[in-house]
T-cell receptor, first 110, second 118 residues
Framework: KNEVEQSPQNLTAQEGEFITINCSYSVGISALHWLQQHPGGGIVSLFMLSSGKKKHGRLIATINIQEKHSSLHITASHPRDSAVYICAVRGLNSGYALNFGKGTSLLVTP | NAGVTQTPKFRILKIGQSMTLQCTQDMNHNYMYWYRQDPGMGLKLIYYSVGAGITDKGEVPNGYNVSRSTTEDFPLRLELAAPSQTSVYFC?????????????????FGAGTRLSVL
């Protein structure tokens, strides 16, 4: 089973700060997902990546396959970014099922 | 564009009662999943399906059953509810052969069902 570890567990930032959330996994993967869980509970996919870097608006996701590590960055953070950010990986032989981290709870204060 | 729809949103059950959590998607996705999310824990896969008529166990299947008679619907059945099944349940879907390769693996989630067993 692929162990997925996220850090930090909780994060408080002031509006405008640059935020980094980290994700490490234990065995080879075919894809890594970053998801956002809103305070109301809904979950949306932010990124799916298997190499390099992706950018969408103020969000940037990077992955280093050799180091088994990914980061999610938020530039110019805003209170509406407050949510739980979840890292999930798809193993090489696990079909399309995902293995999830416990999430990082982010609070951005004005 | 409804996406993935789960019903009910909330439910309280007594120990030993049965219920079915409904999940339907309108994106013509082949793959569907049921997850449970417990406080402070990552989502755990209960069951998944790769197409109508095909289901398989995930990491935590005990106490649950599923069926997939159509592409759109993937209900989750709890036969004898136990307090350990108190959780938030999420249904998700992915993989449409009509979509470009990169989009195939993105999972779309329902809004969740919050279940308490007392």
């Amino acid at each position: 089973k692929n162990e997925v570890e996220q850090s930090p567990q909780n994060l408080t930032a002031q509006e405008g700060e640059f935020i980094t959330i980290n994700c490490s996994y234990s065995v080879g993967i075919s894809a890594l997902h970053w998801l956002q869980q809103h305070p109301g509970g809904g979950i949306v996919s932010l990124f799916m990546l298997s190499s390099g870097k992706k950018k969408h608006g103020r969000l940037i996701a990077t992955i280093n396959i050799q180091e088994k590590h990914s980061s999610l960055h938020i530039t110019a953070s805003h209170p509406r970014d407050s949510a739980v950010y979840i890292c999930a990986v798809r193993g090489l032989n696990s079909g399309y099922a995902l293995n999830f981290g416990k999430g990082t709870s982010l609070l951005v204060t004005p | 564009n409804a996406g993935v729809t789960q019903t009910p949103k909330f439910r309280i059950l007594k120990i030993g009662q049965s219920m079915t959590l409904q999940c339907t998607q309108d994106m013509n996705h082949n793959y569907m999943y049921w997850y449970r999310q417990d406080p402070g824990m990552g989502l755990k896969l209960i069951y998944y399906s790769v197409g109508a008529g095909i289901t398989d166990k995930g990491e935590v299947p005990n106490g649950y059953n599923v069926s997939r008679s159509t592409t759109e619907d993937f209900p989750l059945r709890l036969e004898l509810a136990a307090p350990s099944q108190t959780s938030v349940y999420f249904c998700a879907s992915s993989y449409s052969r009509d979509r470009p390769t990169l989009a195939k693996n993105i999972q779309y989630f329902g809004a969740g069902t919050r279940l308490s067993v007392l």
